[in-house]
């Protein structure tokens, strides 16, 4: 979409210096020296009756078509086409939602035939974690700013959700640089 109002208004602030060793919450507001650009997709949506509620902008179908993008950058930097990763054979390795917020907007500024531009990017925060920031726009106003955060699971016994414990993604791929050490 058009990179005027909304867009400047969404930008990331040029790296800065390195994290010091005491905690600092991450956001995607931050930038690190040497991290290389997230990996990113945009898409446009022409709002339907499945897209909207009576307010506007569906939240429910906000989360499932951005978490459907979250699973599918994560998939693309991974090289598979599908959302478990993971050797062959071997127990597949799921992003699971930790943590999802929607920032900003106004989910109703939109209605039917609209043209709803969404870009996503997605990064690493640790081994073990990734974000990816979703910023929706119609008619250059700022619609949604959702960032998603998961966590790499696996189940330890087959079938049994409880048995869920996280794990590290061994060879990931230049294409989603990491964001940061935690």
Known sequence: FDSGRVAKSQQLPPPGPALSRRRRPLGLHMRLEGVDTPLTDACRHVLGMPHLCPS??????????????????????FGRAEAG??????????????????????????????????RSTVTYLSETRVVSRHVAACRDRL????????????????GANRSIARVRIEGRRRTMPAFGAM
């Open 143 to 158: 619609v949604a700013d959702v960032e998603m955060t998961s966590v790499f699971v696996r189940r330890q016994t087959e």
């Open 56 to 77: 506007g902008l569906s939240e429910n179908w906000l989360w499932k078509e951005l978490g459907h993008r979250h699973w599918g950058l994560i998939a693309k930097a």
């Open 85 to 118: 990763f993971g050797p062959t054979g071997e127990p597949p390795v799921y992003a699971a939602f930790r943590r999802i917020s929607l920032q900003g907007g106004d989910l109703g500024a939109v209605c039917e035939n609209d043209a709803l531009d969404v």
